[in-house]
């Protein structure tokens, strides 16, 4: 069974006039409306995978920021090795499904049903910049699912995704670190000297360091750490969040 519905409402106006949207400006937010995609299987209800992410304006910058969306949406799935990455909801949904169906049908212990949750939130929407957090959420047996969560910032006059070295100043990797470091001990009641991997911190090593997973919102910058990056399972995703006061003395 298939459900497919789209919904662009975000701004009446564009919904109205849609050819006002290829001259929209970059010194304006950029419209946007939520693509859903639900498949189930048909041998198991309970297998199933859908999604609910942002679309923006048809657009040379909107059909940009589209791709790289639609590539973090569907490269979170578990397929199969021997198959090629799915480039559609639709290919990813199937791809998916099948593998599990393949597995009851095989009778093979431990075919449990299989379910992929994918969301997307724009996280902030202004003139210049757009962020964007896709999440997904899989079980595909055994004890626990896995989630992950990929940030994304695009430039809007170009549709380019950009890095932390189009924000911060060159060489500024160490004092981000001391930043984000002591940020994490204020959020787990560290002191200076307490270890990070130790009963309080809950890290693999005594250090954490920025990544390339990064959200820009409207009062800094976050920095997430997906399960299994830098802790345990049980620690659940960590995000530390910096402010623009926070970053002011590296920042472009």
Request: net charge negative.
């Amino acid at each position: 069974m298939k459900r497919l519905f789209a919904v662009f409402m975000v701004f009446a106006a564009v919904a109205m006039q849609p050819a006002l949207a290829s001259a929209k400006s970059a010194a304006c937010p950029l419209s946007f409306g939520l693509y859903s995609y639900e498949q189930r299987s048909p041998l198991n209800a309970e297998t199933y995978w859908k999604c609910d992410y942002p679309v923006f304006e048809p657009s040379p910058v909107g059909s940009i920021i589209n791709a790289a969306i639609l590539k973090a949406v569907v490269s979170r799935t578990p397929s199969p090795e021997s198959q090629q990455a799915a480039t559609t909801v639709e290919a990813a949904a199937n791809a998916f499904i099948k593998e599990c169906e393949a597995l009851m049908k095989n009778g093979k212990e431990h075919a449990w049903a299989w379910q992929s949750e994918t969301t997307g939130e724009v996280l902030l929407d202004r003139p210049g910049l757009v962020s964007v957090s896709i999440f997904t959420y899989a079980f595909t047996g055994g004890a626990h699912g896995m989630s992950i969560t990929q940030n994304m910032v695009f430039d809007t006059a170009n549709g380019k995704q950009l890095g932390l070295v189009d924000f911060f100043t060159p060489g500024f990797e160490s004092s981000l670190d001391k930043l984000i470091e002591r940020r994490f001990r204020q959020m787990r009641g560290l002191s200076e000297s307490d270890p990070l991997n130790g009963e309080k911190g809950g890290l693999f090593e005594d250090k954490i360091a920025h990544n390339d997973n990064f959200a820009i919102t409207g009062s800094g910058i976050g920095f997430l750490y997906n399960q299994y990056d830098i802790a345990p399972y049980a620690a659940g995703q960590i995000t530390v969040n910096l402010s623009l006061d926070d970053l002011k003395e590296i920042l472009r």
